[in-house]
């Protein structure tokens, strides 16, 4: 699928800052998913890690994760190399709803049913096209409510 990023820019206004957070496997992963959100006109925000040398996934996910829940940003975006490790560090953040996402249905039910803020990818599991495209999905949807409210509040 190929991204009309002037068209999805300007229907993502709203949201102004994304974080971003990934370790060396997400690295290349992250740079393009960045470029992407700056293209459509939205602030990205850079959490690290700025190579491809080895560092510890926890401290990204962290990072993005507390700078979520503090309000600094709207949305966060983390990525590893399977997205398991990002999804377990940053869901210990208390009011995080992290949603690691292979594609880019789930990624879309993640924001409608269950209110996911961040979402993680595995770089090292699907390929930047199907990443491109859950980003999109992810920033796309917005939150259902009704049903979904009480079931998301107990989380």
């Given at each position: 699928?190929?991204?009309?990023f002037?068209?999805?820019?300007?229907?993502?206004?709203?949201?102004?800052?994304?974080?971003?957070?990934?370790?060396h496997?997400?690295?290349?992963?992250?740079?393009?998913?960045?470029?992407?959100?700056?293209?459509?006109?939205?602030?990205?925000?850079?959490?690290?890690?700025?190579?491809?040398d080895?560092?510890?996934?926890?401290?990204?996910?962290?990072?993005?994760a507390?700078?979520?829940?503090a309000?600094?940003?709207?949305?966060?975006?983390?990525?590893?190399?399977?997205?398991?490790?990002?999804?377990?560090?940053?869901?210990r953040?208390?009011?995080?709803?992290a949603?690691?996402?292979t594609?880019s249905?789930?990624?879309?039910?993640?924001?409608?049913?269950?209110?996911?803020?961040i979402?993680?990818?595995?770089?090292r599991?699907?390929d930047?096209?199907?990443?491109?495209d859950?980003?999109?999905?992810?920033l796309?949807?917005r939150?259902?409510?009704?049903?979904?409210?009480?079931?998301?509040?107990?989380?």
């Amino acid at each position: 699928m190929v991204l009309n990023f002037r068209v999805w820019g300007r229907l993502l206004m709203k949201l102004q800052k994304i974080a971003f957070g990934c370790d060396h496997a997400g690295f290349a992963f992250k740079e393009a998913l960045k470029a992407t959100v700056l293209r459509c006109g939205m602030d990205a925000v850079d959490f690290g890690t700025t190579s491809d040398d080895p560092v510890d996934y926890p401290d990204f996910a962290k990072a993005v994760a507390k700078a979520l829940v503090a309000g600094e940003v709207e949305k966060g975006v983390l990525i590893c190399g399977t997205g398991i490790g990002m999804s377990m560090s940053a869901n210990r953040v208390n009011g995080v709803r992290a949603a690691l996402c292979t594609n880019s249905e789930m990624a879309a039910l993640s924001r409608l049913h269950n209110n996911a803020n961040i979402l993680v990818l595995g770089a090292r599991v699907i390929d930047l096209a199907i990443a491109q495209d859950c980003l999109r999905a992810f920033l796309e949807t917005r939150f259902e409510g009704g049903r979904h409210s009480p079931r998301v509040e107990k989380i």
